[in-house]
């Protein structure tokens, strides 16, 4: 238990991570939120039961380099944690996929390539969060926050703590309406 609450207060620290004047870079800063966000959900059994959690990084070489150095030799919930460089065609394998880059559109088709699929789904802005992806990284009065759109997790079956959700801003999902 004094890990779990000592990982939250660390969530909670990045959280409130100043973007000016700081001495960590974007890229660690964003590579540090994308392992809090993989230690606070819990995918279905049927998603790789055994074996590595796999954080996958598109289009943004810089922060798939800070989050290889981040995760080296770390294990969550009893896995360890790889991560890879995934192409469009492999995003299935991932447990997180964090989509880098400016291409927002881009992001957004790649969700219908893994609709339905137990994937934590990332990328910059909070519209992403709003347009069908899982959590958008944006930044608000200098400081890197997060949105989550639970309802996609949900559709996908990845389960959030409810400690993360707490420390988001919760959007509602402009893609699905539901009936």
């Keep these: 238990m004094p890990r779990l609450v000592a990982t939250a207060l660390a969530v909670v620290a990045i959280g409130e991570a100043p973007l000016r004047g700081q ?3 974007q890229p660690a800063l964003k590579a540090a939120f994308l392992y809090n966000f993989a230690k606070f959900a819990e995918w279905p059994t049927e998603a790789a039961p055994t074996g590595p959690l796999i954080l996958c990084v598109i289009d943004d070489s810089a922060v798939d380099d800070a989050l290889s150095q ?3 030799g ?3 919930n009893g896995r360890p944690v790889a991560v890879q460089s ?8 991932c447990h997180l996929a964090y989509f880098g880059g400016t291409d927002a559109d881009g992001a957004i088709a790649m969700l219908d390539e893994i609709k339905g699929a137990p994937v934590l789904t990332v990328s910059d802005g909070e519209q992403f969060a709003r347009r069908g992806g899982v959590i958008g990284l944006f930044v608000e009065d200098g400081k890197m926050r997060f949105a989550v759109n639970a309802a996609a997790a ?3 079956g990845v389960r959030l703590s409810s400690r993360l959700l707490t420390l988001a801003k919760l959007v509602k999902d402009l893609r699905h309406v539901e009936p």
């Excluded at 995934?86 to 394998?93: C, F, I, K, M, Y």
């Design 23 to 25: 001495t960590v870079t």
């Design 154 to 156: 949900q559709r996908g």
């Design 74 to 76: 770390s294990v969550v």
């Design 70 to 72: 981040l995760v080296r």
């Design 86 to 93: 995934a192409g469009h065609d492999h995003l299935r394998v």
